[in-house]
């Protein structure tokens, strides 16, 4: 067995369950900066526009949550705690939020045991160089992992994208075997390996707004005509009384009329077909100038002298 298997099967065992017992402490070092205390190791914004956001250990790996805003995209994370701890490498899973305007195809990762200063191969700093049993390095994001195409200690990820606004996740194995207690990781979004640099990427095209329909123009209510003014009441006129009525003249009394004469019979026509000679009928009106000329003969008769006789 080679001493880099050895040393393979010791950090599988001391250097994971080390970061597992610990716990995660947010140190508010500056406006500008924070430091998360995952596992007993200290996570510490150093360089570039971003932000750790959240740090704790699952399953014996640190998991380290950031946000990159930019423009500034060259980021590097100051990382603290490994001879403390006496390991020698740790599990993580660098989760990172692309807050910036434009897609990213690349995502390198670089360490570094001086800021600025690619780590050579003597330094015992790397990414569990020849440790086969850590890899394959995995993101949720890129499908090609390249690591052999430089000279520095470099992961480099590519084959997929990651848009504004989405998250893309790391998992890879940090060893020191010389155990330097501050050392640095590098990322670098759209940085691509073998000399190349950063690539530009076009920003997504930002879709216009969807026009708003202007709102239906409301109809002004009808004028609402006004209404007559109301008459003023009349007062009512007083009544004047009316003049007493004078007395009327009776009626002079009605004459009573004279009663009509009875109605005359006409006279009876004799019978033109009776040819005999007319019987003398004495009429009533002498009958009744006899009558009383008898009666008035008789009167004096009485009171006539005797003698006269
Ligand atoms: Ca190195």
Redesign the pocket.
């Known amino acids: 067995m080679s001493i880099l298997n050895t040393l393979s099967q010791s950090l599988q065992i001391s250097v994971f369950s080390a970061i597992a017992i610990g716990t995660t402490t947010l140190y508010p070092l500056a406006a500008e900066a924070a430091t998360f205390n995952i596992g007993g190791l200290r996570f510490s914004e150093a360089a570039g526009d971003f932000r750790l956001t959240d740090g704790f250990v699952q399953n014996g790996t640190a998991v380290l949550f950031q946000e990159v805003f930019g423009p500034n995209v060259d980021l590097s994370i100051a990382i603290q705690g490994m001879r403390n701890l006496g390991i020698a490498g740790f599990r993580l899973e660098s989760v990172v939020t692309n807050s910036t305007g434009t897609p990213w195809t690349f995502y390198d990762h670089e360490?570094q045991?001086v800021f600025g200063v690619?780590?050579?191969?003597?330094?015992?700093?790397?990414f569990g160089?020849g440790l086969r049993s850590a890899r394959p390095f995995t993101s949720d994001r890129f499908s090609r992992v390249d690591e052999v195409t430089d000279v520095?200690?470099f992961v480099n990820f590519s084959n997929g994208v990651v848009n504004p606004g989405e998250t893309v996740s790391f998992r890879y194995v940090i060893t020191d075997l010389v155990a330097n207690n501050l050392f640095y990781i590098r990322q670098r979004p759209n940085f691509a390996p073998g000399g190349t640099g950063f690539v530009e990427v076009p920003p997504l095209p930002v879709e216009p707004p969807q026009p708003v329909e202007p709102p239906q123009p409301v109809e002004p209510p009808q004028p609402v005509e006004p209404s007559p003014p109301a008459e003023p009441p009349v007062p009512p006129q007083p009544v004047e009384p009316s003049p007493p009525v004078e007395p009327t003249e009776p009626s002079p009394p009605v004459k009573p009329t004279e009663p009509s004469p009875p109605p005359v019979s006409p006279p009876i026509e004799p019978d033109a077909g009776d040819n005999s000679t007319p019987t003398a009928v004495p009429e009533p009106a002498t009958v009744l100038a006899l009558l009383m000329s008898s009666i008035l003969s008789r009167r004096y008769l009485r009171r006539a002298p005797s003698s006269n006789i």
């Open positions: 360490l045991e690619p780590s050579p191969e003597q330094d015992g700093l790397s160089q520095r200690d």
